[in-house]
């Protein structure tokens, strides 16, 4: 499997894990954490596009938090198509992969 398969592979498990939970399952605490659930996704977001603006040679830029955290999983999709558009180093889109499945478990 490529890296880049391997990357939509972890996105799609995670989207749909938590692509049905309403607002209180968001706000809900993290396994095993002390953030809200919906605080864990947005930093894998902000993570990933900050991955992305890397392999694309430009700034970092700061994901909004949305007030309605049902948009994370939207949000995911973008940034790990964005990644995977930016022709990031397989390297790179194995290491995404990892980190959606770290936060798909501390879930």
């Known amino acids: 499997m490529s890296a880049a398969a391997e990357l939509e592979r972890a996105v799609q498990l995670l989207v ?16 095993g954490g002390n953030a809200a659930r919906g605080d864990v996704v947005h930093r894998l977001v902000q993570e990933i596009a900050n991955l992305a603006a890397d ?30 558009a930016a022709g990031a180093a397989p390297d790179v889109l194995t290491r995404a992969a990892a980190e959606v499945t770290a936060t798909r478990s501390a879930l």
Do not use: F, I, S
């Open 16 to 31: 749909r894990q938590v692509g049905h939970w309403e607002q209180p399952r968001w706000a809900a605490t993290a396994t």
């Open 55 to 84: 392999a694309e040679g430009e700034p970092r830029r700061t994901v909004p938090r949305l007030a309605n955290d049902l948009a994370l999983p939207d949000q995911l999709r973008v940034v790990a198509a964005d990644l995977v």
